[in-house]
């Protein structure tokens, strides 16, 4: 039983390593391939990045904002420091200059508002430690169940009884 | 009218309110005894739960056989105090 | 406080309105009475058990009293809606949210489209949820009184409200008006008349069971009844609030015109976080129900529940936080904070007080059990709804610490919270599985075979269909719900399936008998199983969202566009006009691989009494993908209208799913068929507490 337990942990603990293997051979592909983009698909990708500043809310390419000169000056924008051949980053900064930090649909991943990215992560684990230890220090100290009842009949005919009322 | 209105709704709730009652419900604390029969039903709806379980296969028999004792055992425990306190009262 | 009365000077059309607020402050007496005579009474009773009657009089003329207060807010409530319905513009809410043109459905919905409205509304569903409890108290008188004292002090919160700082019936200043000022186009909309009453009575509702629970806690109820019976309210409220949520989102979907359903706005973050703590307290409390364990555990999440609920309204009406529909700003956000506080504090100190009366009865067992898949459904839950609550506070918590804003839109929360959704799913999946107690090795192997099979050969015939996973997040994400769909539908699916077995083998019957009485059985259990499947269709439409395709052109006379297997064309555009509101729209002939399929007909409307402009979406929607088509406006070059069509996947399914979760959570609302109990001798009649019907199970 318990070799065929470690056995099986094995397995997967293999399964997971591919698992993340996997996982961080797609996030590699999706920054190479976010560099080498065509100007539709970074058009696209950054448009999302960022927000229409006209107080909607919205992210900018998603701003329908009926007559809204604001995205549409902000899409224009977009367009044409692509055309001028600005990397991303630098999309993104010329942005935050004229607009400010809230232009960005999510916080910059630098300072004080990498915390923002770390803190939900952070607190999972502490939470999973928690119950970790916690159910380490139950396994520790069982509540003690009540005692065996003494074998005589009276205890046969109140367990019989139990076993017959909760019969399917 | 407005007076009227508002007149007829203060009159009519005043009276629901304050209108003196025959009997009132009594706030009676739980007793041990009615406790023990909630914690008898709770297990003994664990213990069909089991052994439906287990009929449908999720349970290998050893953990059935190890857990419907150890259910058993506390219900028969309920039920020897549910016993001793009803023949106290019947005594009383 | 002279407007307040209603001054005369508005002759005859001031009368509903003095009467509304006569009927107001008699509900805010009344609770009051209901609150402090009730808290009065439960003392006596406590310190002198064995008093004479008075207490018990006087206890019961609070329950009245609050009984009382439903009756004088339905009539604040009637009197606001009849003032909307005769058009009397003299009372300042109905100018700013009505007019004379407006449909009557709207007319209705005025009561909640503004913020002293939608308190008179909050205040008044406390009072019907109140209603119901104190007229129900025969359950446990004790207890009843003790939940409804707490609630009262909630119901003398929001009265207050609705006296001082947000008076509905406050009178016009000046002249009244010929005509009102509408209301907001983007409410004119047939969901918008039930999705805000559906989301108020989620949010209020779960103050029922935080009476119940505080007040449990406070007189030291022994066992776990209470929890039977606010499991009920718990469930409705439940049920309230997920419709409520996906009424917004449908309403957000198919009126917004920006192609999607949820756009993680603080209003939509502020009900979404209650929902999620509300579900982790749907599931641990079966844990005390069932084995009296994690008591205090189930306790602060109840008490989270109601401040989040709380929170929310604080956080959408104080202006604190940006929001597309947050409410205008008001001096509100102070009466909120400060309500809060109290909670807080007298949860606080009755837990500390009491914390000795939580002691678990039992333990985890094993880690592998349905305790532990329980307690990391919690984790998870709560993680989520932390996530939340970090991402909408972090400007906030920013400006404070950096000194400027920033925001914290849709990227964020993909990122963030899309994983923990997913590991959701996967407990979804695991869950029922798991027996309670402790599962050993081999049956998990018996159990998970098939399920994880399904999940394996689900993502190899996607994979094998065109689906690649490595070539970006979004799809990898997609992937992984569609496996995980698999397994969890496998998983849900094998448990009906052998439990019918069960049934079968019993009675004979064939298999679609035993399946409807396996649910018969035990509804709360298959009905939760319901529920789960709807959450996975659910979560197959969100995964769909990774496919999106989206086109936007200038379509004029006979122009056409072409976007996935659709073909769109142009047959004419055109101008209309109507009392309510002026109409543009196009009519596009839309052919799909080259066979016609339907005609639609994008429009804009600009509303008179509003001066606001708004889209009407044409979206023509299959189980496959919806055509989702938004007439953006003209470009004023050429006077030619741009169209904007968006192919988005699978997005029926979500409706579908949360119909599905409907049905579940109705199904565990009906009461057990007691095969056990047919077969049990009865107990002889005195020793049964007759439970009055629809309580007990």
Redesign the interface.
């Known amino acids: ?1 318990r070799a ?2 470690t056995h ?1 942990s094995r397995i997967f603990d293999r399964s997971l390593l591919r698992t993340w293997f ?2 961080s ?3 590699l ?2 920054i190479f ?1 976010a560099g080498a983009g065509d100007t539709a698909a970074r058009y696209k990708l950054l448009g ?2 960022l ?1 229409c500043t006209c ?5 900018l390419l ?3 904002h ?2 809204c000169t604001v995205s549409t000056q902000e899409e224009a924008e977009l367009r044409n420091a692509l055309a001028r051949g600005d990397s991303d980053q630098l999309v993104l900064q010329g942005f935050v200059q004229k607009y ?9 991943q630098s ?3 990498l915390v ?2 770390i ?3 952070l ?2 684990l502490l ?2 430690l928690g ?1 970790a230890l916690l ?1 380490r220090k ?2 520790l ?3 003690a ?2 005692p ?2 003494a074998a005589d009949p009276h ?1 046969d005919a ?2 019989a ?3 017959k ?4 | 009218m407005t007076i009227l209105a508002c007149a007829a709704l203060l009159i009519g709730i005043f009276l629901y309110v304050f209108y003196p009652q025959s009997k009132t419900e009594e706030q009676t604390q739980k007793t041990r005894l009615e406790f023990l029969r909630e914690r008898k039903d709770a297990i003994y709806e664990n213990l069909r739960d089991l052994n439906f379980e287990y009929r449908a296969g999720k349970y290998p028999e050893e953990d059935y056989l190890a857990q419907r004792a150890g259910m058993e055992n506390e219900a028969a425990q309920i039920l020897a105090e549910i016993e001793f306190l009803e023949a106290g009262t019947h005594a009383a | 406080m002279a407007r307040w009365l209603g001054d005369n000077r508005q002759g005859r059309t001031g009368a509903m309105a003095a009467f509304g607020s006569f009927a107001i402050l008699l509900g805010l007496v009344l609770c009051a009475y209901n609150f402090l005579v009730g808290a009065i009474a439960l003392r006596q009773i406590a310190v002198h058990p064995q008093a004479s009657f008075g207490p018990e009089r006087l206890a019961e003329s609070a329950r009245r009293a609050g009984i009382g207060s439903f009756i004088a807010l339905s009539a604040a409530a009637f009197a606001l809606i009849y003032c909307a319905f005769t058009n009397d513009f003299s009372v300042s809410y109905i100018l700013h949210h009505s007019n004379r043109a407006l449909p009557w459905p709207y007319k209705f919905a005025a009561l909640w489209s503004g913020q002293e409205g939608s308190l008179l509304l909050w205040a008044w569903l406390l009072a019907a949820y109140g209603f119901v409890l104190r007229v129900r108290h025969k359950v446990d008188v004790k207890l009843t009184a003790y939940a409804s004292t707490i609630l009262a002090a909630v119901q003398v919160f929001f009265t207050l409200l609705i006296v001082f700082p947000a008076p509905p019936f406050a009178l016009t200043q000046g002249a009244v008006p010929a005509d009102g000022f509408g209301l907001n186009p983007l409410l004119q909309y047939p969901e918008m008349v039930i999705h805000p009453p559906m989301l108020y009575l989620g949010y209020v509702g779960f103050s029922v069971p935080f009476a119940f629970a505080l007040g449990a806690l406070m007189m030291r109820y022994p066992g776990e009844k209470w929890i039977h019976i606010t499991r009920r309210w718990t469930m409705v409220t439940w049920l309230f609030l997920t419709c409520g949520i996906f009424l917004g989102m449908h309403w957000a979907y198919a009126v917004l015109g920006w192609g999607g359903y949820w756009g993680w706005d603080p209003v939509e973050n502020a009900s979404l976080m209650p929902w999620l703590t509300g579900t982790a307290f749907l599931h641990s409390v079966m844990m005390q129900e069932k084995r009296g364990m994690m008591k205090s555990w189930n306790v602060w999440l109840i008490f989270t529940t109601f401040m989040l609920s709380i929170l929310g309204t604080l956080l959408t009406r104080s202006g604190l936080v940006s929001s597309v529909h947050a409410f205008a700003e008001s001096s509100i956000g102070t009466w909120f904070w400060v309500f809060l506080l109290i909670v807080l504090s007298v949860c606080l100190f009755t837990y500390i007080l009491q914390r000795d009366h939580l002691q678990s009865e039992h333990k985890l067992e094993s880690l592998i059990s349905r305790e532990s898949s329980f307690l990391f459904n919690n984790l998870v839950l709560l993680a989520a709804c932390f996530t939340v609550l970090w991402g909408t506070l972090f400007p906030i918590i920013s400006e404070y610490v950096e000194g400027s804003k920033v925001t914290v839109g849709p990227p964020f929360y993909n990122r963030v919270a899309v994983p923990i959704g997913i590991f959701l799913l996967f407990l979804t999946g695991i869950g029922p599985i798991l027996a309670w107690r402790s599962t050993s090795f081999k049956s998990v192997q018996r159990n998970f075979l098939w399920p994880c099979i399904a999940g394996v050969v689900a993502a190899l015939v996607l994979m094998a269909a065109g689906m690649r996973p490595w070539q970006d997040m979004g799809t990898l994400y997609s992937l992984m719900t569609f496996s995980l769909a698999a397994l969890v539908v496998t998983a849900v699916g094998s448990e009906f399936w052998r439990g019918a077995r069960v049934i079968q083998r019993h009675t004979g019957k064939n298999m679609l008998f035993s399946l409807v009485q396996l649910t018969r059985r035990n509804t709360r259990r298959y009905g939760g199983h319901l529920v789960h499947i709807g959450v996975v269709i659910v979560f197959v439409g969100l995964a769909g969202s990774a496919f999106n395709q989206s086109n936007e052109q200038e379509m004029g006379f006979h122009d056409s566009m072409t976007i996935g297997q659709y073909r769109l064309v142009c047959q004419s555009y055109t101008q209309d006009s109507n009392a309510n509101y002026d109409s543009e729209y196009e009519l596009l002939n839309v052919y799909k691989n080259g066979k016609f399929l339907a005609q639609m007909a994008p429009e804009r409307r600009f509303y008179h009494a509003s001066q606001q402009t708004e889209t009407m979406v044409a979206n023509h929607s299959t189980l496959e993908r919806d055509l989702y088509v938004v007439y953006e406006g003209r470009n004023q070059d050429t006077n030619q209208p741009i169209i904007k069509v968006i192919l988005n996947p699978l997005v029926a399914w979500i409706w579908i799913g949360v119909a599905v979760m409907a049905f579940g959570t109705l199904l565990a609302l009906v009461p057990n068929m007691s095969a056990e109990q047919a077969a049990r001798p009865r107990k002889p009649a005195e020793e049964e507490v007759p439970l009055p019907a629809g309580v007990g199970d």
């Open positions: 039983m065929c337990q099986v996997q996982l051979a797609a996030c592909l999706l391939m999302h990045q927000m107080g909607c809310g919205q992210v998603e701003c329908n009926v007559g400010g930090p809230t232009v960005l649909a999510a916080p910059p300072g004080f508002n923002a990215w803190a939900p992560g607190v999972f939470a999973m119950t159910i139950w396994k100290h069982p509540v169940m009540p065996e009842m205890t109140v367990l009884k139990i076993r009322e909760t019969e399917l």
